[in-house]
């Protein structure tokens, strides 16, 4: 898929590092998204919008709101307002089926609860006296990414609201008495500035990963910057068919990566070693060790193998821990980083 109004992914010159990490998420979206931080100016957002580009696509039932797919339950379903698929889930009949690319949902830093969560139409219950939902973001972002930029600049009760969703994966909307619950399954990305403030902890927690993207200090790829923006600029459709060959090959590599994950193996010697990088730099809690866990299966499925290597360890160590260690994580990224690698000579894995 091209979308030839928006940069294209690979066309992106460096921070391979916050490529990696949004791989890994498209990979296995349970990794829980990912925080990138760093300066102005840095393709933090044309990366992410530049992920329509190269989405993999999930099957879904045709027009569903929630993006059900075909196989999911159908509690959802007893009070949606599509009568005609409601009637045949009901009944257990088959329903059409669809194939579309995972989207990428925007929540704008100034949204009220309303457009994040959804409202009850009340009118139209007064008037007909049935149910029916004004979908939110929430809804949109099932089985999908809903992106956040300056997210640390969020208010606190649309904070609330996305740590309910994350930790439970459902959202449910209340007005008047009357509620109504749907799935709400998400990748989390969020894009922030540091000099512009924190971000919650308990929020922070929730990013399964966290890339520090700096500006580019090599002279030729700063040009080279330059020249691929003026080329776009000028003419963006053609500079999206430039591309459109390696956005094609990522894609497929993906995909391939997605359906190989189930069967990636992990040795009981490197759980061990990923329980001493946690141990080492002091990570609370076990969500650190799983999702460590999880991005060095799914480096291992990016590479085309079945079995996780140590190098994969290592690398899903400097993705998943510097935002987890403790004293002021966010100020002190960089320095998390680098303790991270040090440790690679001290952590014993083979």
Known sequence: MTCQNIYPFVAI??????????????????????????????AKSTAVRALADILPKIEVIKDCPFQLAPEDGIDVCRECFRIECREKRLGHEKVERAFRHIRVVELPVGATEDRVVGTLDLEHAIRKGEKRVDMGLLAA???GILYVDEVNLLDDHVVDVLLDAAAMGVNTIEREGVSFSHPARFVLVGTMN??????????????????????????NERVLVMERRVA?????????????????KL??????ARELYPRVSIERR???????????????????????????KALAAFDGLAKVEKRHVEVAAELALPHRMRRRPLM??????????????KVGMM
Not at 14 to 41: C, D, F, H, W
Not at 232 to 248: K, N
């Open 270 to 296: 490197q759980l061990f070693a990923i329980t001493d990088f946690c141990l080492e730099v002091g990570v609370d809690g076990h969500r650190g060790d799983i999702i460590m866990m999880k991005a060095a």
């Open 141 to 143: 972002a099932h089985r």
């Open 251 to 256: 894609a497929e590599r993906i995909e391939r």
């Open 194 to 219: 540091p000099e512009e403030g924190e971000l919650r902890p308990q929020l922070l927690d929730r990013f399964g990963l966290s890339v520090l993207v700096q500006g580019i200090a090599d002279r």
């Open 13 to 42: 010159v460096g921070q391979e590092k916050m490529k990696l990490a949004l791989y890994l998420n498209l990979i296995n979206p349970t990794i829980s998204g990912v925080l990138i931080r760093g300066e102005k100016g840095t």
């Open 332 to 345: 002190e990224m960089g320095d998390n980083v680098n303790k991270v690698r040090k440790l690679r000579q």
């Open 232 to 248: 776009f600029d000028e003419d963006p459709v053609g500079f999206s068919v430039r591309w459109a060959e390696e956005s094609r």
